[in-house]
């Protein structure tokens, strides 16, 4: 009953992020509506962040346990993740096509190196799929995530810095386009923050139950 309530929470939190987003006055008045995907591209690339650092968390727990499920765990986070950094790749593409005239170039730090996270944890799972043995999968995958994780917040926080960007978030050439961080755009953000959290959380945990479920039935068969 309590995860019933709480999905349904979850659900008015999401609807009401999407609603209060498009009727309200653009984040960036310079940009325009095409600003409005802030609310959601942000919280995207945020979750790559939180799905891969639960998926090292996970990792280092398999090798000490040698758990099918915090194998799972480690291995469920990494697919989340994958999917939000596509999400976060696709949406930024969108708006680098409004403001740039292109919806890719490889001249931009920050879409070069979210190719790069794409593929370094697309190795992880092609890794994942070519190894047979189910301990061993789990051994070896355990270790490629902790040799990766470092790679996510450099890719996503400190490389974009170093180099000249278009981005607004980052050099001097886009400095006339920085969000105004304040009223009704922080409250919306940060709604749409916390919901993309929980709605990660929720899909972290259904994927979990599922397998449980499978686990059990093939135990029984």
């Known amino acids: 009953m309590v995860r019933k309530y709480l999905q349904i929470g979850l659900f008015v939190l999401l609807a009401g992020v999407i609603y209060f987003s498009f009727i ?31 998926n090292l968390i996970y990792a280092i727990r398999f090798l000490k346990t040698r758990s099918e499920l915090d194998d799972f765990r480690s291995l469920w986070s ?3 993740g994958t999917m939000f950094c596509v999400l976060a790749t696709i949406s930024g593409s969108l708006f680098a096509k409004v403001t740039w005239g292109v919806y890719w170039t490889w001249s931009e730090p920050r879409m070069l190196s979210i190719f790069i996270l794409l593929l370094i944890y697309g190795a992880y799972l ?6 047979p043995t189910p301990e061993r999968k789990g051994i070896i995958s355990a270790a490629y ?5 470092p790679t996510v917040p450099f890719f996503i926080f400190i490389m974009p810095r170093m180099m000249l960007s ?15 961080m304040g009223g009704t755009v922080l409250a919306i953000f940060l ?5 993309f959290t929980v709605l990660y959380f929720w899909l972290f945990g259904l994927g979990i139950r599922l397998y449980k479920v499978q686990l059990s039935r093939s135990e029984e068969a």
């Open 78 to 80: 990494a697919e989340l």
């Open 126 to 131: 092609s890794l994942r799929a070519a190894i």
């Open 191 to 195: 709604v749409s923050l916390f919901s």
């Open 166 to 180: 278009l981005h607004p978030a980052d050099s001097v050439v886009g400095k006339n386009l920085h969000f105004t």
């Open 24 to 54: 309200t006055p653009a984040p960036q008045q310079i940009i325009g509506e095409a600003s409005r995907i802030f609310y959601y591209h942000i919280p995207m690339a945020w979750l790559t962040v939180v799905a891969y650092a639960v």
């Open 145 to 149: 995530s902790i040799l990766a994780f």
